[in-house]
Structures are given as structure tokens and as C-alpha cells.
């Protein structure tokens, strides 16, 4: 069962940095939802893999190869779906997951038939420019620095309180999970997109079980608050730094969500 949940974590981030890689908003989007499915399909894995008294892990053995055109990015996700498909073995739930990734492959085959989707990808040009933005160097730097970091941050928050529901019978526990899972996804999402139009769009590194194996969660969850305080700190400075209005009121709104993420943490304790 752990297999089969190491290559649904690898397809969920496939598809999820396919939707961040490519900039038009209808295949972005779609992708995205088709991303949303996939990590429903990790849940899902999971609960049955507690179930059955098995346990799973975060490993994953997966690159993020730099590609330079959306087919090239489709075909190679094209292959990833097909070749999971003799993973998931036989059950009700395989036959929804194969039914969901069968419908993803006829999505993806249609988006290939037009050869006018196969627009250029600048994700991963090392650019760091903005097109429409006149951001100085100093900007630029601080917004790359933050980007790196809080990618990674809010994967292994996505991850860690995941794997913490998984696990828990206590009602508000529950809740208060699955309010700053989806919070999280939405920052993953947003720095996700950031990083691709700078050019600098690249995987978070991998969780160790350290980081989600959590055996005292009233430390935990202290040690989450004082980060989501420093990462409101992050913003702010971010917000002043950067001399876009747009940006910057972006930031500021991020601020204000993570100060709400702070009241959600204080109901786990």
C-alpha cells in the first residue's frame, strides 16, 4: 500500500507543478482540479491503508525536469498517468482512481490534438523577471528568498497536518486539520504560480518522518505558531519592500490569513 501511496504523492505534485508550469488559465485550471482529485486520491489511499493496519510515508524518488513547451510537459505527465495504472491493483476504490486518471489522459488528449496549445513554458528559464512588474534587483531577491521558503513550508504543512487527520478521532482536531490543509493548498498554489512566472519554479525537497511523525502535538502546534508568526513577519516586510501596489496588497492579505491560521492552531491546543 505504501507503493501505491509513494506514486499517487509523485502524481499529485506531477500534475500540481504542470498547472503551476504552464501560463494559460484554462489549462492551468483544469489541471489544478485534476491535481485536487489526486491528492483526494492520497487521502483515500491512506484512510485505507490505516484501516487495514498498514501505515504509509512521504517518500518519494521523482525530478522536476525543466521542460520547455506545454506537450513536452503533457507527454511526459501523459506517461506517469498510464504507467500507475498497474499499481493500484483491484477494488472499489482503484476503479474510482482509474476511472478519475482515465478521464485526465482523455483531457490531456484533447489539449495535445490542438497544436495551438503548445505555447513555450518559462518556468524554469532562471529568468527572474517579472514581465509586467518593474521590480529592482533587491525585490526581486527578496521575493525569490521568500518564495523558496514558504513553497516549502506550506507542502509540509499540507503534508504534516494530513497525515496528523489521518489519525485523529477528536472532532475539532479534525476540523481545525482539514480548514488549514485547504488554506495551505491555496498558498502552495498562489507562491507556486509566483515562482513560475519568475522563472525559478522548482519541487520542495523531500519531508523526512521527523517532520511529520508528531509525538507531542501541543509542542507542535507552539512551534507551528511562532512560524506562522514569523512568516507574518515575512509579509510584512515583503508588503514594505516592494514597491507594487498589487504585490504588495497581496501580501498584506496573506498576512492577515496566516493571523487566522494562528486562531485555528490555538483551538488545537
Not at 194 to 216: C, F, N, Q, S, W
Amino acid at each position: 500500500m505504501n507503493k501505491i501511496y509513494q506514486k499517487k504523492h509523485e502524481l499529485w505534485l506531477s500534475i500540481t507543478f504542470a498547472s503551476f508550469a504552464i501560463s494559460d488559465e484554462e489549462i492551468k485550471s483544469r489541471l489544478y482540479d485534476f491535481a485536487q482529485i489526486a491528492f483526494r486520491h492520497m487521502k483515500w489511499i491512506g484512510t485505507d491503508t490505516l484501516a487495514n493496519g498498514d501505515d504509509y510515508n512521504y517518500d518519494r524518488d521523482m525530478t522536476l525536469y525543466k521542460r520547455e513547451s506545454v506537450f513536452e510537459i503533457l507527454e511526459a505527465l501523459v506517461n506517469e498517468v498510464e504507467s500507475i495504472q498497474s499499481v493500484y491493483g483491484s477494488s472499489v476504490l482503484a476503479d474510482r482512481i482509474k476511472t478519475d486518471d482515465t478521464y485526465l489522459l482523455e483531457y490531456l488528449a484533447q489539449i495535445l490534438r490542438r497544436e495551438s496549445n503548445n505555447k513555450p513554458v518559462t518556468a524554469f528559464n532562471m529568468k527572474r523577471e517579472w514581465l509586467d512588474k518593474n521590480l529592482a534587483q533587491d525585490q526581486i531577491d527578496a521575493l525569490t528568498l521568500f518564495l523558496f521558503e514558504e513553497s516549502y513550508k506550506e507542502y509540509e504543512l499540507i503534508l504534516v497536518y494530513a497525515y496528523m487527520q489521518a489519525r485523529t478521532e477528536n472532532v475539532t482536531q479534525y476540523n481545525v486539520f482539514s480548514d488549514l490543509i485547504d488554506e495551505s493548498h491555496f498558498h502552495f498554489k498562489s507562491f507556486g504560480d509566483m515562482m513560475a512566472k519568475l522563472g525559478i519554479l522548482a519541487l520542495p525537497r523531500e519531508l523526512h518522518e521527523m517532520t511529520y511523525v508528531v509525538k507531542d502535538l501541543k509542542q507542535f502546534v507552539t512551534d507551528g505558531i511562532a512560524e506562522e508568526e514569523a512568516a507574518k513577519v515575512m509579509c510584512k516586510e515583503l508588503s514594505e519592500a516592494i514597491k507594487d501596489e498589487e504585490l504588495s496588497k497581496f501580501f498584506d492579505f496573506i498576512n492577515y490569513q496566516e493571523s487566522y491560521h494562528i486562531e485555528l492552531m490555538r483551538k488545537l491546543l
